[in-house]
């Protein structure tokens, strides 16, 4: 769902507001981003007892943090997703709690969620980035989506591709870089 | 590594993708606090990747979760109407409207909150968000429990004034560790107390004080600069 400039204003008075340890705006903005927020940490994890602590700890960083925030480090709700997808990650490597990866998680995990590939980036509010990515190589393309939605590390790239982890982690390199061309122009 | 702009340019986005692991994430940690130019560049990615975060369907978490955030942030009392504030909150945030009269913009870079393994040191920058340098950078030498302070671009406290270094514990008041010059390299021995309470919290704070330090032994001027060490 794209948020609207008028959506972003209301996550930053809330955000001035929890700065200044106002526990009602705090309330405010969980109810209105929590589902969200969940959302993300539930498809990178894939696993719901993981998902509610980093959301809890992404909360509490928020709480702390508020007074932190600057414009130049994005909007509010992107500022503050980076910081529930970084816990996720964290907390995923902290207990090693990643399967092992098979050619069949790509299209279909046994948790029930969709294969990372299959929902449309095309729908979202994103078309920069989306149009941008429609350059990429598919490799390049799909090794940068994996990382993103699913947390994998260059070896479990590898091997969901196929691939050595030398040539994965050149399509990274150079999948993000004319990524990075391609949105600055 | 040398911080050319082709290796924080690939870094950056590996970074904010997941991919950098291990000792090259916690390496480019250390470059992101030294360098605003390292932190606009992953925050670009932030902002550009976070567009994907846009197309992941909602869910909605059990009420459990919140009840939990409230409770590992207020205790037992929930009332979110009790002015009542835990710790850092009853002298730091008072001070908030201060530091935004004042416009001292202040922004703690890194914050890592994964235990600290034994062994490990502390270190960190305090830093200004309209400067490209650091004020000042922290690091700690375990051994001696030693923190020393270089500074960078700190400038001179007004006069009558000096700047005045704590420990901000994770409950309680903060601990002074006396008062720092503008300039130069300043080692500051803590004591037992001190580095247990920063080894938890790993928060520093520099207040503003009377020439000589805090008369009182807590703060009693605006808090300039807080800022989260990360170890090694």
Redesign the interface.
Known sequence: ???TDADQDQLMRLLMKI???D??A??EL?EHI???M???C??LSGQREL??EA???A???I???A??Y?S????P???M??IA???T??LI??RKARQAVSDEDLNELDDGREGPLE???R????E??TGCLDELSDVQRDS??L???R????EE?AQALSSPIGTVKSW??RG??A??RC?EQ | MKKTPERI??LA??F????L?GAARRRFEQWMMESARVR?EV?FW?????????????????A???K??ER???GAQEQ??QAE?RG??RWF?PS??LLATAAV?V??VV?V??PRPAGEQLSGAIVQ?NLEDPLWLVSESGAENLLKLRSIAASEAEAGKDYELWVVPEDGQPLSLGVIPAGGVHRVRLSDEAREALSRSRTLAISLEPAGGSPTGAPTGPILHVTKLYSL
Do not use: C
Request: proline share 3%; aromatic share 12%.
């Open positions: 769902m794209a948020q700065a200044q340890q526990r009602r705090f309330q969980y929590a589902a969200r969940f959302g993300l539930l498809r998902a509610e959301l809890q700890d909360f509490i960083q709480w702390h943090r007074g932190e600057h130049d480090r994005g909007a709700l992107s500022w997703m980076t997808r970084y816990r990650l964290d490597r902290a929902f449309s980036v729908e979202s509010g994103a920069k980035l940068i989506l990382s993103y939605y947390g994998f590390t260059h790239l990274i390199r993000l870089m990524l990075k949105l | 340019e690939a986005a590996e904010v993708l997941g991919s692991r606009r925050w932030e902002e550009k990747l976070g567009a994907l975060a846009e197309d992941v369907p909602e869910n909605q978490p059990p459990s979760v919140w939990n955030i590992r942030l207020w979110p109407t504030v850092i909150g945030w908030w409207s913009l922004l703690a914050m909150q994964q968000a």
